[in-house]
């Protein structure tokens, strides 16, 4: 009768057929006798297909020759879709396939209870596996109900399978699941076996959802079962897992699309297999929509050998790190920082890393290599303009090291040239000043004073400026003895007492025992000279200078402290106290004397002989109260001069 498919060819036999098929629509029981009826209905001629299928497939045929009509409660989602070829054939058999979907909702609306487990018949091993299987596993009798036949039913879910509730099979399987099990049934009842396995809700006896993996197996033609077999697997941890490993893939490639750096995984043939769009965009690939619910099948493949290829073609000529980054791979050694300038100007960075993958034989195996990119370009311009003005500071200080080297060789010239004409001028001077050289006037005596005393500043001068030079250039050899610093300070202040007493200054010393200290004698009593000397001299009268001295603890080193109630120093002054030729702000202040102006050297000399000791030498001053400078100094020199 399938031969034509657009008109009847025998309106008589036809209409008989389709008497007898809404006859035995009307009496039939079951679903399987309304799928009986559906494929003898599609072998009428007029009808292209017939089939109970889900409401929500997709309609193939054309829609005005397509009838559907509901099956099933509506929540269920099932409906026999019919698809005519003609007009007339619509008219003459839609009445047979409303009578064959009436019989299937009929069939469908029956309740489906539980019924008792069948009594033991065939092998014992055959049911004991049965029994004890850990999957679960059911039959649906379309004619008589369900009943579960392994004990997993009841460990899993926890209903009694020997006492099953007076419920449906359905009313435990979550609303939104049961169009998907009822269609499954529905193509179980037709003969067909499900190609594909279904996730179920299935609600336990405490009302709580278990997943349930569950396949079906057709045996309603087999004399014998007449039933539709479901077996299935609790796998609610699993899918859980696997929800949450599909969580933590989607955050994780969403947190690689959000990357500026660009990463490429490659397989272990070298394949580009993972490429987030920073990475697109650095290799200029073209393609902008890489994120994760982008599908790759929607356009063509990339060829990722030729963007390669063309990425090397852009970069300057540098051979070596191509091969280089070749080598790493093939020999899975890791390359990190390997910059590659392009043409263009742009420098990206890149790592090759292996990543190793699942143990084989004790041996990780080869999980691929993993590329990351970055775009440096900002990063590698600014190195190296600062690699240009590194180059040319260090010619810079060059130059100021052999100019420094020229200056303090002029002037040890210089005042190795001057000390020589002083050295007479002040002898000559005082031999013109000794009463045997004849009796001299008032006023002579005050010009031989004048010029004895600017000759010895001039001196001073002099060996200052010598010692500098020396120890600029490292010059200096410190001759370390053992040295009880009690007795080194005793004289340097008793030779500053005349002095004090002279401008009415209490000078004292408050030093106490402690361990002998190796330096070397001469310059640290130049250094405590040179401290007492400015205390006294910017001391105004009535004033007082304090030395004291302790040593550290568990006698290691020793402090010195050199405080005066003078002029003090403005803080503007302060830090360039230790520069040379640097003389105070406020050294013309009144102190009710006259001094004598000095060189602006002997801070900047005493620091430098400190330090050659391995001190150091701090100061402290507030202007209009006094100053304090401190001197550390090790027990023993850190370095021997030079």
Sequence with gaps: MRGETDRLVDTGLIEGAVVDLVVRAANAATVVDAQRLVAEFRGF???????????LAPVAGELDLTERLPVGPAQWGQELRVEFSAVPA????????????????????????????????????????????????????????????????????????????????????????????????????????????????????NGRWRTIEVVAHSFVEDADVGAVVFSGLDVTAQRESERTARIEQQRLARLVETMDDGLLMLDAQGHVCLANRAAHQLLDTGVLDVGPEHDPDDEEPLDWAEVIQRTIARLDPEAFRVDRLRAGFRSRRAVVGEELAFADGRVLELDLVPVSGPARAGDAADGGTLIHLRDVTARVAVRRGLEERSRGLEER????????????????????????????????????????????????????????????????????????????????????????????????????????????????????????????????????????????????????????????????GWTVSVADSGVGIPAADLPRLFSAFFRGSNVTAAVGRQVMPGTGLGLVVSRAIVELHGGSISVASTEGVGTTVTLSLPTRPARNGG
């Design 45 to 55: 001629s007029g009808v292209r297909s017939a089939d109970i299928v889900p409401a």
């Design 90 to 205: 619509r008219a003459e058999l839609l009445a047979a396939a409303s009578e064959i979907a009436a019989a299937a909702d009929r069939a469908l609306a029956k309740p489906c209870r539980a019924v008792a487990p069948p009594p033991l018949h065939g092998s014992p091993l055959a049911w004991a596996i049965t029994i004890g299987a850990r999957a679960m596993i059911l039959t649906v009798d379309p004619a008589r109900g369900w009943c579960a036949l392994s004990e997993s039913f009841t460990t899993v879910l926890g209903y009694d399978r020997h006492r099953p509730p007076d419920f449906r099979l359905l009313d435990i399987v979550h609303p939104d699941d049961r169009p998907a099990v009822v269609a499954m049934f529905l193509a179980c009842c037709a003969g067909r076996q499900p190609d594909q396995a279904l996730d179920l809700r299935v609600c336990t006896v």
């Design 397 to 556: 200080n060059r130059a100021l090291v052999e100019a420094t080297a020229l200056n303090n060789e002029f002037v040890a010239s210089v005042s190795h040239e001057l000390r020589g004409p002083l050295s007479s001028v002040v002898a000559f001077s005082h031999l013109l000043g000794d009463s045997t050289s004849g009796e001299l006037s008032e006023d002579q005596r005050t010009y031989l004073s004048v010029i004895d005393r600017n000759a010895n500043r001039l001196l001073r001068l002099i060996e200052d400026l010598l010692l500098l030079s020396r120890l600029e250039a490292r010059t200096l050899q410190l001759k370390p003895m053992p040295t009880r610093l009690p007795e080194l300070l005793g004289v340097a202040v008793a030779e500053r007492i005349p002095a004090a007493q002279a401008a009415g200054i209490e000078l004292t010393l408050d030093c106490t025992e402690g361990p002998e200290i190796v330096c070397d004698d001469t310059r640290l009593h130049q250094v405590v000279d040179n401290l007492v000397s400015n205390a006294v001299k910017f001391t105004p009268g009535g004033g007082r200078v304090a030395v004291k001295a302790w040593p550290g603890p568990e006698g290691e």
